[in-house]
């Protein structure tokens, strides 16, 4: 069980895993919290956005919808390989999940299919939302997924978690489809490999 890092410590934590980051507004103080606990921390989720245009969304993910408020993640991973944050504390991004998919995640075990929706996502997983169309044939240059890679393992490496901590949205809450176009068990890969 881990108490989410401050934003200063997440800050240096990516910038010492190699990625250049831009620092988005408030981002800072830009939360949900008032929706409820952000913590104990758990894990690494990622997702794609369904834009094109890295400006726009990153506008997107820091604003959110109008039924479901910014911010929607806590770092935007645009195609070029840059993190921008967007918000930092309680972040739409996950919904409800699966209980035993998060007791594997803790547990850094094998995940189980998600097949129940019982359990605040928002409150234990750091979110990362990638831009991409999602729909399998919008390409994942090299260097976003280098981003990825390296956003996940600066995390992983802070809280001590190896790359079982690190799931994609679909592995979370049953009819998700992202992250589309790669496969979380070769990201968990390229992390293990990173922070062995």
Known sequence: MSPPMSASAFLRALKAEGLTVVEVGDWRDHNRNHKGPWGPVHGVMIHHTVTKGSAGTVELCRRGYADLPGPLCHGVITKDGRVHLVGYGRANHAGLGDDDVLRAVIAEKRLPADNELNTDGNRHFYGFECENLGDGEDPWPKAQLEAIERAAAAVCRHHGWNERSVIG???????????????????R???????A
């Open 189 to 195: 890969k390229r992390i293990g490999d990173r922070l």
């Open 169 to 187: 949205h679909k592995e979370w809450q049953p009819g998700k489809v992202d992250p589309r176009g790669f496969t979380m068990t070769s990201m």
